[in-house]
């Protein structure tokens, strides 16, 4: 089992920027694919980007150019920079990790979230 560990959310004006961390609790088999999702009040969840084990990463439309995940394998984390933040972009933030195992069938994991606040 997996657990995934965010931080770095709070709030900030329009405009601004935060970086969101999320930690896995132990080393990673092989990862398949890293990324951040994120859901506003009243709405569902929705993806945000994923970075896969090779490196290739994938963007939400609406976050491209703003926003840059990037990993650092060695400490199991993942990060989210997030640059000319919009009221748009409040939600709560979580990380989802999928793991292959030898002989497992791949297992996805959720962090539990961190708030991210803009105010106009």
């Known amino acids: 089992q997996v657990q995934l560990v965010e931080s770095g959310g709070g709030l900030v004006r329009s405009g601004g920027s935060l970086t969101l961390s999320c930690v896995a609790s132990?080393?990673?088999?092989?990862?398949?694919?890293m990324g951040w999702y994120r859901q506003a009040p009243g709405k569902q969840r929705e993806f945000v980007t994923k970075?896969?084990?090779?490196?290739?990463?994938n963007y939400a439309d609406f976050v491209k150019g703003r926003f840059t995940i990037s990993k650092d394998n060695a400490k199991n984390t993942v990060y989210l920079q997030m640059n000319d933040l919009k009221p748009e972009d409040t939600a709560v933030y979580s990380c989802?990790?999928?793991?292959?195992?030898?002989?497992?069938?791949?297992?996805?994991?959720w962090g539990q979230g961190t708030q991210v606040t803009v105010s106009s």
């Open positions: 132990r080393r990673l088999f092989r990862v398949n694919r």
């Open positions: 970075i896969h084990d090779d490196g290739f990463k």
């Open positions: 989802n990790v999928v793991e292959i195992r030898p002989g497992e069938r791949p297992k996805e994991y």
